[in-house]
């Protein structure tokens, strides 16, 4: 599966962003969905995790009340709705795809996008 992130951007802190993932190539509902970030000279994080049917989501601690994911089978796409954005969001926001259950280590999704950059000042 292919996959293209798109909606980073700009936004002062208390903004909202939302994210959209599209994916192509493959049965879009098998797979689990997952959005990780990396700021600069920062590991790479889990933000969220969505399965293959919506049934189970998943969220990082900073990101919890603040971030929510979603997805649209039928459109091939999975969403991320970023509010109350502070700065250290601040990162490169990247898409990930793996069969059917969520998990939360990059190790386990085998489908990555390019990554959107999404800044936030203060």
């Known amino acids: 599966v292919q996959l293209q992130a798109s909606g980073g951007g700009s936004v002062q802190a208390g903004g909202s962003l939302r994210l959209s993932c599209a994916a192509s190539?493959?049965?879009?509902?098998?797979?689990?969905m997952g959005w990780f970030r990396q700021a600069p000279g920062k590991e790479r994080e889990f933000v969220s995790a969505i399965s293959w049917n919506g049934g189970s989501t998943d969220y990082g601690d900073s990101v919890k009340g603040r971030f929510t994911i979603s997805r649209d089978n039928a459109k091939n796409t999975a969403y991320l709705q970023m509010n109350s954005l502070k700065p250290e969001d601040t990162a490169v926001y990247y898409c990930?795809?793996?069969?059917?259950?969520?998990?939360?280590?990059?190790?386990?999704?085998?489908?990555w996008g390019q990554g959107t950059l999404v800044t936030v000042s203060s």
């Open positions: 190539g493959r049965t879009f509902g098998n797979y689990a």
């Open positions: 990930a795809a793996r069969w059917f259950q969520i998990a939360t280590m990059t190790s386990e999704y085998a489908f």
